[in-house]
């Protein structure tokens, strides 16, 4: 079992609608990153959180740090095709990276 | 500003061939990450170096793997002898960590070596 569940695993939406991945752990972190990665790449960094309840913003994505820093969500307002790719999650547990499954994100034209 | 540089990009290789994979981090970044990924299990840590030092190897499958870093700009995974189920993307990553041992700042990753046993 993985020690950060991303939901949902696969989501295949139309570009311009709303979505909304889930982190989540009974584990507290001391941070949490999001990562984003495309077929053949390396994982990029988008964003870390945390402070809970930390809210930031990066264009059309919303990051959001649970305040018991358990969880996490990413928000992303008016999808994009160049939105697809697999999003990562990862806490800081003792001082390491730990990496949830994935979240593949297909945006159709 | 070149990022992480991994080789090959891609290996195939029989069942009981040693492999080795080659990162070179980014100038400059004090720690440096091997990962290994699949769809089973997603991305996993095998090992990390702090100052060319490995900190923590309990992620390292087994005996059959070693890594090594012997200066700032260079390191190696190697698999001897290699099986089937060796098969993965493994990542290569490095970071600038302020506080020594703090292995959970901001990671750059490579692009990755997709090996292949058969």
């Known amino acids: 079992t993985q020690l950060l569940e991303q939901s949902p695993q696969f989501l295949s939406i139309q570009e311009g609608e709303n979505l909304t991945v889930y982190c989540n752990s009974s584990s507290v972190f001391s941070s949490l990153q999001w990562y984003r990665q495309e077929p053949g790449e390396g994982p990029v960094l988008l964003v870390t959180?945390?402070?809970?309840?930390e809210v930031k913003k990066l264009k059309r994505l919303t990051f959001q740090f649970g305040d018991a820093r358990k969880d996490s969500s990413l928000h992303i307002t008016a999808a994009q095709t160049g939105d697809t790719g697999l999003y990562l999650c990862?806490?800081?547990?003792?001082?390491?990276?730990?990496f949830g499954a994935g979240t593949i994100l297909r945006v159709k034209s | 500003d070149a990022g992480v540089i991994q080789s090959p990009r891609h290996e195939v290789t029989e069942m009981g061939q040693e492999v080795t994979l080659r990162c070179k981090p980014i100038s400059g970044h004090n720690s440096l990450f091997w990962y290994r990924q699949t769809m089973m299990r997603g991305l996993e840590l095998l090992i990390y170096f702090n100052n060319n030092v490995p900190i923590d190897d309990s992620g390292m499958p087994e005996d059959r793997f070693s890594a090594k870093m012997p200066n700032a700009s260079f390191s190696t995974l190697k698999i001897q002898p290699s099986e089937p189920r060796d098969s993965a993307v493994y990542f290569c990553a490095s970071s600038l960590d302020l506080i020594q041992g703090m292995a959970s700042y901001e990671q750059y990753f490579g692009p990755g070596t997709r090996l292949t046993v058969t």
């Open positions: 959180v945390v402070t809970g309840g």
């Open positions: 990862a806490g800081d547990l003792a001082n390491k990276l730990v």
